[in-house]
């Protein structure tokens, strides 16, 4: 039988009331997972693709385009660059939705977008986005 | 009377007509320092080492025919008012020399002294208020776009906090409404909905924000198809009242941009089938006018109609003429019409009878050939 461990979520936000709406959007969804938070864009960078790694690398990013210090799309284009970490799901997160912001996400490489605030059942759709893309690499525990 | 010595070029092949000019200029009030050449090129010369108070110009030079000449000083002497001499024949050129941007004309043989003094003074002053009058819409059209990009930015910003304080009442409901009374569910419910009015009218802010400039590119719209999609967009709420959206005879194409033209004939179409207590609500489109390469669109309905005095103040952002219980909406509507139909240089008004329906004309430009064919 296979064997579920927690998801490891790095959620990169700014907001605190934003922090607090993604949080118990996590409760509701009942994800089994460990929600590691960077406060902004360095402090991202810090964790993934820093010298001595501050934790194990995340199974998804939640990333905030508009970010203080190093913005969403500068930490997406350099986590695609660096070896070890290329491949992490990254979710970006958005207050305006804009099209040129969702087209530079996939165009620089996200694999899903959200636009905030992030409530339950945009929360789902788009891990189970992620989920089904990464199938082989993230493994999540079943709904229960 | 005159204390300020004014330089005068002259650029004049004749040597018989600058001699006569030069002696005009000694008779004529005032004091006028006249520097004569023979060539525009010489000329164009001269205004690359001074600045001349005003040019006189021949239209029949050597080395430039008609029009030529004014168009090379224009562009390099650019605040310099320049007045064209001519003969009796070629009146005709001198007229179009004035459209593109000559002070005046004086034909040669038909003034004396202070007949050209005079219009030498005039094209000074005129040219004057002229570079005025530009520098002040330049400044105006600059203003006029940071007023936009501060709606737009603003609106933006105001969403922001908007977005919590609805979710956080939405959690307040969902998490928390066995500890609240039913008038504390009350109090959350009204403050939920007003933060979505709210962002509701924001919304619409920044469309009209964005709507009111003029669109970069105009291209051919097909006003029947366009008619013909509102149809499928508005079949939901003509089904549920049991009404129908008519098309009176052809609708034309039009010059325009799809996102400003949806605004227009959708906010019309949408506000006829909603303010509207008929049993079957009616809303018909056709032409009213043609002419000028414009067309009138006509947009009818059967509804509950405006009240004359309401007839201006309805295109107004946010106004509202009944109750929110009665009509929802926010009313911005008329106001995206209006400025989306200024922007395609078009006008909008309305027509009605109080209770009897109400009829919305749009004026827009003709897309060009059909605008050639009418």
Known sequence: MERYRLLRILLVEDNPDDLAITRRAFEKADVASTLLVARDGREALDVLCGESPRSARPDLVLLDINLPKVNGFDVLQHVRASSGVSNVPIVMLTASARVEDVERSYRLGANSFIQKPIVFDRLTRALEIVRQYWFDVVTLPPAS | ?374
């Open chain 2, 1 to 374: 009377m005159y204390s300020k010595t004014l330089s005068v070029l002259l650029i004049e092949d004749n040597a018989g007509d600058a001699r006569l000019i030069q002696e005009m200029l000694a008779e004529a009030p005032g004091s006028f320092d006249l520097l004569w050449v023979e060539l525009l090129a010489a000329g164009l010369e001269k205004v690359r080492e001074q600045r001349h108070d005003v040019i006189l110009l021949d239209l029949g030079l050597p080395d430039a025919q008609g029009l030529d000449g004014l168009g090379a000083l224009q562009t390099r002497a650019t605040n310099v008012p320049i007045v064209v001499l001519t003969g009796l024949s070629d009146e005709k050129v001198a007229c179009q020399a004035v459209e593109e941007g000559a002070q005046d004309y004086l034909i040669k043989g038909q003034i004396d002294g202070s007949q050209l003094g005079r219009a030498i003074r005039y094209a000074i002053g005129r040219k004057h208020s002229d570079d005025a009058l530009r520098v002040t819409l330049d400044e105006l059209e600059k203003r006029n776009q940071e007023l936009e990009s501060f709606t737009y930015s603003v609106s933006h910003d105001l969403k922001e906090p908007l977005r919590t304080l609805e979710a956080f009442s939405q959690f307040l409901l969902e998490d928390y409404a066995g500890r609240l009374d039913e008038q504390g569910k009350d109090y959350l419910t009204r403050m939920g909905k007003a933060a979505g009015r709210l962002k509701q009218m924001i919304e619409e802010l920044l469309v009209l924000s964005r709507l009111s400039r003029h669109p970069e590119e105009l291209v051919c719209v097909d006003v029947a198809q366009l008619v013909d999609d509102m149809r499928m967009a508005f079949q939901a709420s003509i089904d549920d009242a049991g009404g129908r959206i008519e098309v009176a005879g052809a609708l034309p194409c039009v010059l325009g941009d799809l996102a400003r033209l949806e605004q227009i004939f959708g906010n019309l179409i949408g506000n006829g089938l909603k303010f509207n207590k008929s049993g079957a609500p009616v809303v018909t489109v056709g032409v009213r006018d043609v002419s000028d390469g414009n067309v009138t669109f006509f947009v009818r309905d059967n509804g509950i109609g405006i009240e004359p005095q309401y007839r201006d103040k309805i295109f107004g952002v946010f106004q509202r003429l009944h109750r929110r219980e009665d009509y929802e909406g926010t009313g911005a509507g008329l106001a995206i019409v209006k400025r989306a139909a200024e922007a395609l240089h078009g006008r909008v008004w309305v027509e009605s009878e109080n209770g009897s329906g109400a009829t919305f004309n749009v004026t827009l430009p003709l897309w060009r050939e059909q605008a050639a064919a009418a």
